[in-house]
DNA sequence: GGTTAGCACTCACCACCATAGAGTGCTAAC
DNA sequence: GTTAGCACTCTATGGTGGTGAGTGCTAACC
């Protein structure tokens, strides 16, 4: 039931924005449902407080905003931290001091490696005072960059896979007979040239074929031969898991400054924010979503699907390279949080991430 | 102040020890004080509950037991527990059934890779309703079975080293001059025929000796010298810091059930307690102790020493082969825990992984 | 028309008290 | 050494009244 749309041509006139920001912006820092009078004084709005209430009111009827009771202050809802995010699209981004910090810490650490990512989670965590995220950048489809097998014992060898983007694959591969390193090697070697630059689906025809043609008589020895296709297939399958696979892994840090947060105060609730960000599947999901889209989004409380999730918000941004390889960085947070602030700082450390990935395709 | 033995030569008479034996198990299962009379009640012990009372009494004066309050009834202290535990020494092992079925989850599982501590860790948490810990078999000094470069852009490598135990690192490493992968392949050769067998100490001092020659005029064409000994560095330095680690990794699962427990209903507890789980250095600390020792440890709230640890037991045992590779797998749950199963579960699982990981050196 | 002072009303919060019940410690009898 | 009995202690529960914050509404004001 939409009511008495005034003033302005829109829903909400000018004032009643200013007001919804002040009661947004009041109650991200006191945590405590925010008065009338609280605005009037503290936010320099030139009229009285009985004026306020009925701005507040019409924001209310609008869905803006809630009441815990009665007799208490506002409450922004998921509604209102919306509209309010649609009206800060940049953010702020940190000071340029922290921003030269940042980037000096990003110089010091291996580069590409796992710590990076760790340490864009970290720094996330950090700025915000929230749960840092971070994603490794990865390919829609892996190429095969290299293929290398090591013996680790005469039945037990280990298949290594550098993919296009440095990053490796391993897995362990059983032998039906005993082979040794010499032997590894030159049926690596064949794979080598056989898969080198070729995604999961190119290296699969491509074995098919190789496997008719041993049919009828190859050149190889046959039991060679049944190698290369044993370790061939291998590879197929890991590079197909890894292709389907939404998210490879996500870094997170900082979990307890959220958890810190008043709003978790009853375990349960507290409980409820640990177990969405166990939920590995679901980031996985927004985080997709995130990636594919390929612009910062803000995911506010009931938008968060689960249930566990009603009560915490992220900020998401993508970083890399769309149709390469796309990575996922953000933060999540209570949904009382300083969106400016943390939509700010995440673009910024997508900015840096992308910065940094462009050397490995330069 | 000790105070009055009575009636066995031991300062704890049978009876008492009993006695004691009831409340912890009373207390395992209900997580509320135990009364006199429900130990008359459920366990049988042809005494009055008066007489109960007075054994109660004699074994709080040995700090065995607490009293949270004048009429409440009594719950273990650590020392308690502490007594418990020594005198169960084996502790319960699965069912054959859940054996079968856990060596069965075993095969379908990728060998040796990441998987398979996830695996530890989360059956370890399924069984015993507690968190499950499991960290990789770490040698004590890494060898190195292979060095490999790929080339990711003309400045840009990535190295790869493979490890006796078939464990992979990979690094960056930015080239000082533009070099291509014709050049990396023969620089990886070399490196690969010098590192091989070698530990980080070992590949130092050849590299030291590699660069007096190099200095005195030797085969190699300077700037190819120059890139060996650069990589080479990288690798002993990488090498370096894997040996100092502790533990490399600490796979956990199902936090959430210890944070289920109602001992963690307030909210400051419970994030104590996600503290202790994500302080991995200190977890580390514990972890190494037991691979030292060798022997399966149980440690029980204030003997973990941080105070975030302060109500949660460890119980871990190591696997693999002291002198080569050794890990740790365990479970983390309130001090309030089913010592008896947890104590077996971890050692079945620890026997699992000790079998498993014999075929690596086979 | 919008704005504002004033006031009645609502409701969470707190302190206070009384009661009930659980479980102990002690004493005296067995 | 054991036990029945009982006084005692302390938590937990629920009800009560007062307080204060903050609203919603009305009527006056510009």
Same mark, same amino acid.
């Given at each position: 039931m939409a009511r008495r749309p005034r003033r302005s041509s829109g829903p909400l006139d000018f004032r009643a924005q200013a007001i919804l920001r002040a009661v947004i912006e009041e109650y991200v820092t006191s945590a405590a449902p925010v008065s009338s009078q609280a605005l009037v004084e503290r936010y320099?709005?030139?009229?009285?407080s009985a004026t306020v209430r009925n701005v507040l009111a019409e924001l209310e009827a609008f869905g803006y905003l809630t009441h815990p009771h009665t007799s208490a202050g506002r409450v922004p809802t998921d509604a209102g931290y919306r509209l309010y995010v649609e009206s800060i699209a940049e953010g702020e981004s940190p000071p340029p001091v922290e921003q030269r910090m940042i980037r000096h810490q990003f110089g010091q650490v291996?580069?590409?490696?796992e710590h990076w990512f760790r340490l864009a989670a970290s720094t996330l965590a950090g700025l915000t005072r929230s749960a840092g995220l971070a994603t490794p950048a990865k390919p829609e489809a892996a190429r095969i960059r290299r293929v290398d097998l090591v013996a680790i014992n005469e039945r037990l060898a280990s298949l290594i896979l550098v993919l296009r983007e440095g990053t490796i694959k391993q897995l362990m591969v059983n032998l039906p007979a005993p082979t040794d390193q010499a032997d590894l090697a030159a049926i690596a070697a064949r794979l080598d040239d056989l898969a080198a630059g070729l995604t999961a689906d190119e290296l699969g025809t491509r074995l098919g074929r190789l496997a008719e043609d041993a049919a009828s008589g190859?050149?190889?020895?046959p039991r060679t031969m049944d190698l290369i296709l044993l370790v061939g297939g291998r590879i197929v399958r890991t590079l197909r898991e890894f292709d389907a696979a939404v998210i490879e892994d996500v870094f997170s840090d900082g979990l307890l400054n959220v958890m810190e947060?008043?709003?978790?105060?009853?375990s349960d609730k507290l409980r409820r924010v640990f177990a969405a960000l166990e939920n590995r599947a679901y980031l996985g999901r927004l985080v997709e979503a995130v990636a594919r889209a390929g612009v910062t989004q803000v995911f506010i409380g009931h938008e968060?699907? /689960?249930?566990? !999730?009603?009560e915490v918000s992220l900020v998401l941004a993508p970083y890399g390279q769309p149709g390469r390889a796309v990575g996922v960085v953000g933060v999540l947070g /209570?949904?009382? !949080?300083a969106y400016p602030h943390a939509i700010g700082t995440v673009r910024f450390v997508s900015g840096l991430m992308n910065e940094l990935v462009e050397h490995l395709y330069a």
């Amino acid at each position: 039931m939409a009511r008495r749309p005034r003033r302005s041509s829109g829903p909400l006139d000018f004032r009643a924005q200013a007001i919804l920001r002040a009661v947004i912006e009041e109650y991200v820092t006191s945590a405590a449902p925010v008065s009338s009078q609280a605005l009037v004084e503290r936010y320099g709005l030139g009229v009285s407080s009985a004026t306020v209430r009925n701005v507040l009111a019409e924001l209310e009827a609008f869905g803006y905003l809630t009441h815990p009771h009665t007799s208490a202050g506002r409450v922004p809802t998921d509604a209102g931290y919306r509209l309010y995010v649609e009206s800060i699209a940049e953010g702020e981004s940190p000071p340029p001091v922290e921003q030269r910090m940042i980037r000096h810490q990003f110089g010091q650490v291996e580069y590409a490696s796992e710590h990076w990512f760790r340490l864009a989670a970290s720094t996330l965590a950090g700025l915000t005072r929230s749960a840092g995220l971070a994603t490794p950048a990865k390919p829609e489809a892996a190429r095969i960059r290299r293929v290398d097998l090591v013996a680790i014992n005469e039945r037990l060898a280990s298949l290594i896979l550098v993919l296009r983007e440095g990053t490796i694959k391993q897995l362990m591969v059983n032998l039906p007979a005993p082979t040794d390193q010499a032997d590894l090697a030159a049926i690596a070697a064949r794979l080598d040239d056989l898969a080198a630059g070729l995604t999961a689906d190119e290296l699969g025809t491509r074995l098919g074929r190789l496997a008719e043609d041993a049919a009828s008589g190859g050149a190889d020895e046959p039991r060679t031969m049944d190698l290369i296709l044993l370790v061939g297939g291998r590879i197929v399958r890991t590079l197909r898991e890894f292709d389907a696979a939404v998210i490879e892994d996500v870094f997170s840090d900082g979990l307890l400054n959220v958890m810190e947060a008043p709003e978790f105060a009853q375990s349960d609730k507290l409980r409820r924010v640990f177990a969405a960000l166990e939920n590995r599947a679901y980031l996985g999901r927004l985080v997709e979503a995130v990636a594919r889209a390929g612009v910062t989004q803000v995911f506010i409380g009931h938008e968060n699907l /689960p249930a566990e !999730m009603t009560e915490v918000s992220l900020v998401l941004a993508p970083y890399g390279q769309p149709g390469r390889a796309v990575g996922v960085v953000g933060v999540l947070g /209570p949904t009382r !949080m300083a969106y400016p602030h943390a939509i700010g700082t995440v673009r910024f450390v997508s900015g840096l991430m992308n910065e940094l990935v462009e050397h490995l395709y330069a």
